[in-house]
C-alpha cells in the first residue's frame, strides 16, 4: 500500500490555522533574556551553546515549562496579520523558467522527482509587485523580456515565452508581509482589484495552451497582405511580394487563415477550398457582416489542430501559429473552451509529418481562479511590531532570544478568564497557561526605549 498528504491536505490545513486567529487569542511571546551557555537538558541538546552559537529547540515535556520560566512578554496577533505567503522569486533575464504543467508532482517543490533535478520556479515576482505564472518557456528558451500588464488573457512576450498575471501585491500587504524570500498570497481577492477581474474571467476546464513536443518536417504557411476582391465567404490572397500564395489548387484546403491586422483582424476561418489560378480562399464559416477582409487586411494561413477529449463542455479550437523551415514551433488557442480533464491534439494538414503536440489542462476553476492553490498554499506568515514599551508591558533595556506563538494563554487574575488583550508581561499571564505552538531560538536582540522590532514568522504544512 502507498500514500501520501496531497498538497490540498496542506492548504486545508493552512487555511484552518488562518481561520483559528478569528476563534482563539494567538499571541507572539518573546523570552530569555540571558546569554545562550551550557547544556540545558530537555530544551535543546547542544553542549555547548553561546550567543553566536545558538542552539536547536527540542520538543520534549518539559521545554514548556522551560519557555515559561525565560518568558518575558507576550503581543497578540491580529487576524488581519497573518496571510498565505509563496516563496519569492525575482524575475531574472536570462532564466529558464519551468512551464506549469497539470502532470507535475508536487507543483510546490522545484526539485524534479522524475529527472531527480533541481528546476527554477514556474512563477515569478516582478519589481512592480506583480506575480506571473509561466505557461510556456518558448521551447526552453531564455527569459530575456519582463512580463508587464495586468490583463485576464494570456500574456506573450517576444522572447517566446507566455505568461498569466496572477495579481499584484497591496500596499499595504507590502511592509507586513514582503520579504527578500516571502511573498503574501491571497484568495479569494480583494473587490476592485485586478486580481478579482482575474478570478471573476477564469474558466473551468478552459484549454488556454497546446505545447510542441516536437515540431515534424514539410509544413507549409503563408502570409500577406489580402487583395481587394474578396467577399463574404472568399479571400484573394497575395499574390505578390515575399510570399507570394501558392498557384497550386487545393493547396491550402482545411487550413485557417486568420486575419492578424486590417479590417476583420481577429477573424480565423477554415479554408474549404482553394484555387490556384486566381490565389483565392474560399472560407467557412462567413466573415462576420462588415467587416469582410480587403486590402488592408494581413493574414496568415496555417495548418488547423485537432482537439479531442471525452470531456469537454464546450470545444476548443487552435491552429499552428508558427513555423520555421517546415517545422512547426508554436500553436495558438483560438477558442479555449470549456470542462476540459484530459485531451489530445494532432496537426491535422499543412503537408507536413510528425509533428506530435501535447493539451496543457488548466488548474481548477481555470488559471488564476485560485492563486493560492496554483502557487502553494502551504506556508502562513504571522506579522507582530514590537514598538518601543508598549505601554511598560514589553521590556526596554533588555534583550531577547526566543520568540514563540502560544494559544488561548490566561490572566493571573480571579477566575483566570482567557487573555484578550493586545499586550501583556509575564506577571499578568497565569503561570504554565496556554499552548506553546512554535519556537524559535535566535542570536540576542536587544530592545530600547526607540526600538521597533518587526517579527516576521513562517510557518510550513
Not at 506577571?427 to 530600547?448: C, K, M, N
Request: charged fraction near 20%; aromatic fraction near 10%; glycine fraction near 10%.
Amino acid at each position: 500500500m502507498s500514500a501520501i498528504i496531497n498538497n490540498s491536505f496542506r492548504k486545508y490545513q493552512a487555511d484552518n490555522f488562518i481561520s483559528s486567529f478569528i476563534t482563539n487569542n494567538i499571541y507572539v511571546a518573546i523570552g530569555k533574556n540571558d546569554p545562550w551557555n551550557g547544556a540545558s537538558l530537555g530544551e535543546y541538546s547542544q553542549t555547548s551553546p553561546s550567543d553566536t552559537a545558538v542552539p536547536t529547540p527540542d520538543d520534549t515535556s518539559v521545554s514548556p515549562g522551560i519557555h515559561w520560566n525565560d518568558l518575558l512578554a507576550l503581543k497578540k496577533i491580529p487576524s488581519s496579520s497573518v496571510s498565505h505567503v509563496i516563496a519569492r522569486y525575482d524575475w531574472e533575464s536570462g532564466t529558464v523558467y519551468r512551464e506549469y504543467s497539470h502532470t507535475r508532482n508536487d507543483i510546490i517543490d522545484n526539485n524534479n522527482s522524475a529527472t531527480s533535478t533541481l528546476e527554477k520556479p514556474f512563477y515569478i515576482f516582478t519589481e512592480d509587485y506583480r506575480v506571473y505564472k509561466c505557461i510556456s518557456n518558448g521551447n526552453g528558451a531564455q527569459s530575456v523580456i519582463k512580463p508587464t500588464g495586468s490583463g485576464t488573457g494570456i500574456i506573450p512576450t517576444s522572447d517566446g515565452y507566455r505568461w498569466k498575471y496572477m495579481f499584484e501585491v497591496l500596499q499595504a500587504d507590502v511592509l507586513k508581509y514582503v520579504t527578500t524570500d516571502w511573498l503574501p498570497v491571497k484568495s479569494p481577492a480583494s473587490n476592485n482589484t485586478t486580481q478579482k477581474t482575474v478570478e471573476d474571467a477564469a474558466v473551468d476546464g478552459a484549454l488556454e495552451y497546446i505545447k510542441v513536443t516536437a515540431g515534424g518536417t514539410g509544413y507549409k504557411t503563408n502570409a500577406g497582405t489580402a487583395r481587394a476582391g474578396g467577399g463574404a465567404n472568399t479571400i484573394p490572397l497575395a499574390d505578390s511580394g515575399s510570399t507570394p500564395a501558392s498557384e497550386v489548387d487545393n493547396f491550402y484546403d482545411n487550413m485557417i487563415v486568420r486575419i492578424t491586422s486590417g479590417k476583420g483582424s481577429g477573424q480565423f476561418r477554415t479554408i474549404t477550398n482553394y484555387t490556384g489560378a486566381t490565389r483565392t480562399a474560399t472560407i467557412s464559416p462567413d466573415w462576420d457582416a462588415n467587416l469582410v477582409p480587403d486590402q488592408t487586411s494581413v493574414y496568415t494561413v496555417f495548418p488547423a489542430v485537432t482537439i479531442t477529449s471525452s470531456d469537454s463542455s464546450t470545444p476548443a479550437s487552435a491552429a499552428v501559429s508558427k513555423i520555421t523551415g517546415g517545422v512547426v514551433e508554436e500553436v495558438v488557442v483560438y477558442v479555449a473552451g470549456t470542462g476540459y480533464r484530459s485531451g489530445t491534439a494532432v496537426v491535422t494538414n499543412g503537408g507536413g509529418v510528425n509533428a506530435t503536440l501535447e493539451v496543457v489542462i488548466s488548474p481548477p476553476g481555470g488559471h488564476g481562479k485560485n492563486a493560492v492553490s496554483e502557487l502553494g498554499g502551504a506556508f502562513v506568515m504571522m506579522n507582530v511590531r514590537l514598538i518601543g514599551f508598549e505601554g511598560e508591558d514589553i521590556p526596554i533595556n533588555d534583550d531577547f532570544r526566543k520568540v514563540h506563538i502560544m494559544v488561548n494563554p490566561k490572566l493571573n487574575t480571579s477566575g483566570n478568564p482567557l487573555a484578550t488583550g493586545t499586550v501583556y508581561q509575564k506577571s499578568e499571564v497565569q503561570e504554565d497557561s496556554g499552548i506553546f505552538l512554535y519556537t524559535e531560538f535566535r542570536t540576542p536582540i536587544y530592545r530600547a526605549s526607540d526600538s521597533t522590532e518587526d517579527i516576521k514568522l513562517v510557518v510550513e504544512f
